[in-house]
């Protein structure tokens, strides 16, 4: 960090957010490392979510992903992994998930600060749940699917049907999780599906839960996004906030395109 560079501020950061193409009454998904800015920013990730507010304006709604992958088959678990006779022991005793309760796992300190606002609401999935404030929060967040949670039943669906928008701050296409709505309604000859497990609470009791997913890969997500800048380059709005590079896009455009590109890639 240059600490002879200005900081970063909220007012700052929303003129930044309106340049590029921000716009009043938005439903914007965020996904964002604000370690990638290089710069000191006043306030932090509080700072990030009041200037987007400002510039999405009273009638914009604010998305995030708050995903919790640790509530999960601790049979699955790689980094790390635990030994197999922990798996029945965490089964029964993990708390199950209660969406003003549990935290975020590798969402970032902007999601989980996020997450915590006042008038902030989050669906209920265990493993992939999006936090949302504004008019549309509950229209994001209500209804969310337990089977296949990222497909039709989910907020990224829902973000698809109000033509909603993407930004990615400071990370890249890898870390596009609209392209896995993309998986659902795209047709190849490799998809593959399988059993997932999480703590639930069922009328008022905690259960483990076993339900079906598909089997998401992001492999190819950078492919698809180096891809989707250079076939619909219009379709893509860049910038810089300090030295991270920004990208702000149509959730329809880009999740069409990823579904034309992996039925010509994926299996071929």
């Given amino acids: 960090m240059n600490i002879q560079q200005l900081p970063l501020t909220v007012s700052g950061l929303a003129r930044d957010f309106e340049e590029l193409g921000v716009q009043r009454g938005l439903t914007l998904l965020l996904h964002t490392s604000l370690k990638a800015t290089g710069r000191w920013i006043v306030g932090g990730p509080a700072a990030v979510i ?26 699955e678990w790689q980094n790390p992994p635990v030994p197999e006779a922990w798996w029945p022991i965490i089964r029964a005793e993990m708390p ?13 300190h902007t999601a989980e600060c996020f997450r915590k606002q006042e008038g ?9 749940s999006f936090a949302a404030r504004g008019p549309h929060a509950a229209r994001m967040t209500e209804g969310h699917g337990l089977t296949n949670g990222l497909g039709e039943q989910s907020p990224l669906a829902r973000l698809y049907d109000l033509d909603g928008w993407v930004m990615l701050l400071g990370v890249g296409y890898d870390r596009n999780t609209s392209l ?7 047709a190849y000859r490799t998809k593959q599906y399988r059993q997932q497990g999480a703590p639930r609470l069922v009328n008022g009791l905690r259960e483990w839960t076993v339900y079906q997913d598909l089997d ?53």
């Avoid at 896995?180 to 795209?186: G, I, Q």
């Avoid at 890969?217 to 619909?232: L, M, Q, R, V, W």
């Avoid at 896009?249 to 990823?258: F, S």
């Fill in 180 to 186: 896995h709505l993309s998986e659902h309604r795209a």
């Fill in 96 to 108: 199950p998930f209660e969406a003003d309760l549990t935290p975020t796992r590798s969402m970032g």
């Fill in 50 to 75: 009041h200037a987007l507010e400002h510039a999405l304006g009273p009638q914009g709604t604010l998305v995030m992903p708050t995903h919790t992958s640790d509530l999960s088959d601790p049979a």
């Fill in 216 to 268: 998401y890969d992001s492999d190819d997500f950078n492919a698809i996004g180096e891809a989707f800048e250079k076939e619909c380059a219009d379709a893509v709005l860049r910038g810089k906030i300090g030295d991270a590079e920004v990208r702000l896009m149509p959730i329809r455009r880009l999740v069409d395109y990823g579904v034309s590109w992996m039925e010509q890639h994926r299996g071929s």
């Fill in 120 to 128: 902030t609401l989050r669906s209920s999935h265990p493993q992939v």
